[in-house]
């Protein structure tokens, strides 16, 4: 099943040098393209719609104030069974509780600053690209 998923590299991935990193292991999945990618400083109107479903939780102003602290990198992925593929090779969204081998796992300690953000669903995919690309919309 061809799908297509939105990952931001967060701004932690980006100052620690770790972009080339992360996008040569989603390069090396097998028949996995990215296509588009960017970097680019996160504004406020993006963020609120990117992560309001947590709005009013209490790591919701936390978490917009670092993602805006410094550029992403962000792309769409597209290939096959992407949307859980790049799930399971980001770990989950405690780096302390991620897998050895994946992202988080490998590189994160923080909650916070998990490096990684990946499309949690096909709906979500849909709405995050138009978002962050909305000429491919
Ligand atoms: N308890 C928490 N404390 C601090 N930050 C948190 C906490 N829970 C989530 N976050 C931050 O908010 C982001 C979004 O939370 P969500 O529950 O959607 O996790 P996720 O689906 O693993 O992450 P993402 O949506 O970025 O892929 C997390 O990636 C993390 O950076």
Not at 44 to 63: A, N, R, V
Not at 103 to 128: F, K, P, T
Request: aromatic share 6%.
């Amino acid at each position: 099943m061809t799908q297509r998923t939105l990952v931001l590299l967060k701004p932690d991935a980006v100052r620690r040098g770790l972009t080339g990193e992360i996008i040569s292991r989603i390069e090396r999945k097998a028949g996995w393209t990215i296509t588009a990618l960017e970097l680019r400083t996160l504004d406020q109107d993006t963020l609120e719609q990117h992560y309001g479903e947590h709005k009013g939780k209490p790591f919701y102003e936390p978490l917009v104030e670092f993602m805006a602290s410094g550029p992403v990198v962000a792309m769409i992925v597209e290939g096959e069974r992407v949307i859980e593929g790049l799930r399971a090779l980001a770990g989950p969204t405690d780096p302390i509780a991620a897998a050895p081998g994946s992202i988080r796992g490998d590189y994160g300690v923080i909650v916070r600053e998990n490096l990684i953000h990946a499309s949690d669903s096909e709906e979500s995919a849909e709405r995050e690209v138009k978002i962050f690309f909305p000429d491919r919309g």
